[in-house]
C-alpha cells in the first residue's frame, strides 16, 4: 500500500519507518536538517524495535497521492501541513496521531470528505540527531474512529498497521485522548528544568508538581463529564481516583509512568522541541487544559503556570532549577 506520513519527526519517522520495514510503500514530508538528511541519507531507526534505514522518498509535501495517510505533526503546525498536502490526501483515510484533544476536530476542518481517524502513540521515542529517530520504549498505537467515520474503516487501517507495530483499538477516541492527556503531563517539567522525565520523577518538590497538575485535570474532566479511556494499561476508573486520593498518593502516578519508560533518559517531547529551537506543543497539552477550564468558567491555575514556564524558557532559553520551580508553582 502507498501510505504518505505527514511529519517525520519523533513519532512520525518512526512509525514511516516500521512501516517500511514491514514492506510498505512509504512517502514522508519533513522540512529544513529532517528532510536533507533523510534525502541523503534514509531514515534510520534505533532502540527498542531493533534497527532499520527506510530509504524512503522524503519532501517538504507528498509527491503522490498515497492511498493511506497518517499525520504526525506537532499540534500547531498540523492544519498548515494538511493544507499543504490536501490535493493529494482529500478524499484517503487519514489516521491523526497528535497530542491533545483538537487535531481530529483540525482534520475534519481541512478535509470534509476524507475518512478520520485518531491515533495515540505511546511509545517512547526521541529524535535528537537529523535522519535517526531512537525508541526507548516500544509501546503500542492506540486507534479509533471518529465519531462521524464508519466503524469498519478502523479494522481494515489496523490490518494495514499491524504488520508493523502492535495496534490497541478503542471505540472512545475521545476518552482516549483524554487519558493520554494526562499521561503527556510528564512534559511540562523536563521542558522548564532541561531534566529527563526520570529524573523530575525522581526530585520530591517537581514529583508533587506533577501528580497536582495531573489531580487538576482529572478534577475538570469529572466536572466536564469526560470518561477516561483505558490507555497503556490504565483504567479510567484509577485515573478518576487521582481526583480525590490525598497529593502524596497521587504522585504514585507519575512514578509508574516513569517507571515504565526505563533506565535511559527520556527527555520528553516538549524538551526535544525546545533542544532544537522549535516552538513547543505545550499549549496543546497543559495548555488544553486550561483552554478546556476557561471555555466553561472554570480555572485550572496549576497547569496554566505550567504553560507559563514552558514559554519562558522557551522565550529565554534558559533551564529553572527545580528550587526555582518549587518555588514558583506552590501545591
Known sequence: MRIGVIGAGAVGGTLAALLDRAGQTVEVTARGPQLAAIQANGLRLEGGWGEHTARIHAGETLAWEPEFVILATKAHDARAALEANRLAIRSVPVLVVQNGLGGLRIAREVLPSAPLLGGLALMATSYLEPGVVTVTSPMPLVIGAAPDTDAGMLERVAEVLRPAITIELTDDIVGAQWTKLLINHINALPAITGLSVQD????????????????????????????????????????????????????????????????????????????????????????????EADAHGLEAPINARLVELVHEVERTKTFLSPAEVVDRIPV
Not at 478534577?219 to 487521582?242: E, T
Not at 504522585?251 to 522541541?273: C, I, K, M, Y
Open 200 to 291: 523530575v520523577v525522581a526530585d520530591n518538590g517537581l514529583r508533587r508538581i506533577m501528580a497536582a497538575s495531573m489531580r487538576e485535570t482529572v478534577q475538570l474532566a469529572r466536572q466536564l463529564g469526560v470518561r477516561f479511556g483505558k490507555v497503556q494499561g490504565v483504567s479510567g476508573r484509577v485515573l478518576n481516583l487521582l481526583g480525590v486520593v490525598p497529593l502524596s498518593v497521587a504522585e504514585t502516578f507519575p512514578r509508574l509512568l516513569a517507571r515504565r519508560l526505563g533506565d535511559v533518559p527520556n527527555p520528553g517531547s516538549t524538551l526535544q522541541s525546545i533542544r532544537r529551537g522549535q516552538l513547543t506543543e505545550i499549549d496543546y497539552l497543559n495548555g488544553a487544559v486550561v483552554a
